[in-house]
């Protein structure tokens, strides 16, 4: 895990999390007085080989470890989508999304389910932009010195952006 904060804060401080039961990113975004901030990024990952049950605890600890390390206000994950040919996918992601849901809940933090499509207009004004652009954007739009790898990070970093600017909007973090 990068990034581990150190207590000190500047502003609302929210996690994205781009479920997914193999590999699950995530990136931690803090608002402040001069902009927003990238606290940490990383990818919870769980073995293959091991049944479901032992990969959702492994993610669910994965989780847990990332609120600790960052204590966010407010968690960010993506909507369940489905693709017709690939419904399966859409069914693990369920349980990748459940199991963050239970995490923050236990610990009563605000919570802001994001559909893809509006993650990507939020960031590149196009519900339809591709990865690398979704990717080139956000290092645009967060500063950063190169393009958040993988496309897991770029897209919990899309999340937490997203997030953080529709609470802002609202009033909510």
């Known amino acids: 895990m990068r990034g581990a904060t150190d207590g000190r804060r500047t502003g609302p401080r929210a996690v ?23 606290l940490g990024t990383g990818v919870i990952r769980t073995r293959a080989a091991d049944p479901l049950e032992a990969r959702l605890e492994q993610l669910f600890d994965g989780v847990h470890d990332v609120l600790d390390s960052f ?5 960010v ?19 990748a999304r459940a199991v963050i849901c239970l995490a923050g ?17 939020a960031v590149t004004a196009s519900g339809a932009a591709p990865k690398g652009q979704v990717a080139r954007a956000v290092q645009a739009l967060l500063g950063l010195p190169s393009l958040p790898r993988p496309s897991h990070v770029a897209d919990a ?13 609202f009033g909510r973090v």
């Open 157 to 169: 970093l899309a999340l937490a952006f997203t997030g953080l600017s529709r609470a802002g909007r």
């Open 105 to 121: 809940r236990q610990r009563r933090l605000a919570f802001v389910s994001v559909a893809p499509a509006e993650v990507k207009r």
């Open 16 to 38: 994205g999390f781009d479920p997914g039961l193999a590999a699950t990113g995530f990136a931690v975004v803090e608002g402040g007085r001069t902009g927003l901030a990238v």
């Open 71 to 75: 204590a966010p206000d407010l968690v």
């Open 77 to 95: 994950v993506e909507g369940v989508f489905s693709a017709r040919a690939v419904p399966g996918t859409a069914i693990l992601m369920g349980h």
